[in-house]
C-alpha cells in the first residue's frame, strides 16, 4: 500500500492559476498571456459569432413550423 508521502509526490500542487502574465516564471497556469492563445481567443469567439449567425439566418429563413 503507498504511503501519504507517495501519494502526495504523485499528485504534486494544486495551486494553479487561471492566467499567466508573461513575467512570471511558474508552470502552474491553465492560460497564458501570449499571441497564441490570443490568437485561439480570437479564432473561437468568432468561429461562435458564425454559429450564432448562422442559426438566426436558418431560423428567419425557414420560418417556425407550422403546427
Not at 20 to 36: A, F, G, P, S, V
Request: proline fraction near 1%; avoid cysteine; charged fraction near 20%.
Amino acid at each position: 500500500m503507498a504511503t501519504k508521502q507517495e501519494i502526495d509526490a504523485k499528485q504534486g500542487s494544486e495551486n494553479a492559476d487561471f492566467v499567466k502574465e508573461e513575467h512570471e516564471q511558474h508552470d502552474n497556469y491553465i492560460l497564458q498571456k501570449n499571441t497564441k492563445t490570443k490568437t485561439a481567443t480570437y479564432i473561437i469567439i468568432a468561429f461562435l459569432v458564425v454559429l450564432v449567425l448562422g442559426i438566426v439566418v436558418s431560423a428567419l429563413f425557414f420560418g417556425s413550423p407550422e403546427a
